[in-house]
């Protein structure tokens, strides 16, 4: 069975330019997860879908930040204009059960520096 | 809101035992898990605990005590490829997983 497929694997952009990540979840897995990973942090979550609908997206700084999961499948993550803080590793995670038990599991992330 | 904490290093002897710490408050419980997360690599799923006790997986066992809250993953017969980051995750209320910051251990010869 595939995992969580994530791309592209590594981005280097100046600052102030666009960013976009893509991710394409276990098969049947209906939530889908983005984090973001400081060095030396754990991941933070940045929003979560239930199938194509956003449920939690209070992390996610809404005025630089945006993402779509367009028919419950496949999502992308972009970032407008990048900002030198936002150099991190964006996780894509997915997982097939609200409730207990609910594992999630990641994609290798995308690694991106901006500078 | 949750806090989850975890000690950022330890080290330990290849052959020997570890024990990792984490302890955690949050408003409402629905699991724990713990991840392994090698360097420049993702994190990949170890255990989850939803019951008190121990649940053992090969070498590797995590220990929860709700009432306590906390957990422990204890690693056994320690090999140089377990160096690596662990990482501590509480399933809240929400059924979204909250990860700590992570230890690093470093095992050596």
């Known amino acids: 069975e595939a995992g969580v497929v994530q791309s592209p694997r590594y981005k280097i952009i100046e600052k102030k330019q666009p960013v976009a990540f893509w991710c394409n979840p276990i098969s049947g897995h209906n939530t889908l997860y983005w984090y973001r990973q400081n060095l030396g942090q754990g991941p933070e979550l940045l929003i979560r879908y239930e199938n194509e609908e956003a449920v939690d997206d209070s992390q996610l700084p809404k005025d630089r930040f945006s993402a779509e999961r367009l028919k419950g499948v496949d999502s992308t993550l972009k970032i407008q204009p990048a900002e030198l803080g936002d150099s991190a590793v964006y996780l894509c995670?997915?997982?097939?059960?609200?409730?207990?038990?609910?594992?999630?599991?990641f994609g290798e992330g995308s690694w991106l520096t901006v500078v | 809101g949750q806090n989850i904490d975890q000690p950022t290093e330890m080290t330990a002897t290849e052959g020997a035992i570890v024990q990792i710490n984490c302890t955690y408050q949050t408003s409402g419980f629905n699991g724990l898990f713990w991840y392994q997360q090698h360097a420049g690599e993702a994190p990949t799923f170890l255990s989850y605990n939803v019951l008190d006790g121990l649940e053992e997986k090969g070498r590797f066992s995590s220990f929860l005590s709700r009432s306590k809250g906390y957990s422990y993953l204890l690693l056994k017969e320690l090999q140089m490829k377990d160096s690596a980051s662990y990482l501590c995750a509480v399933q809240g209320g929400s059924y979204i997983p909250t990860f700590g910051r992570g230890t690093s251990l470093i095992v050596h010869p």
């Open positions: 995670a997915s997982s097939s059960l609200q409730g207990s038990g609910n594992t999630i599991y």
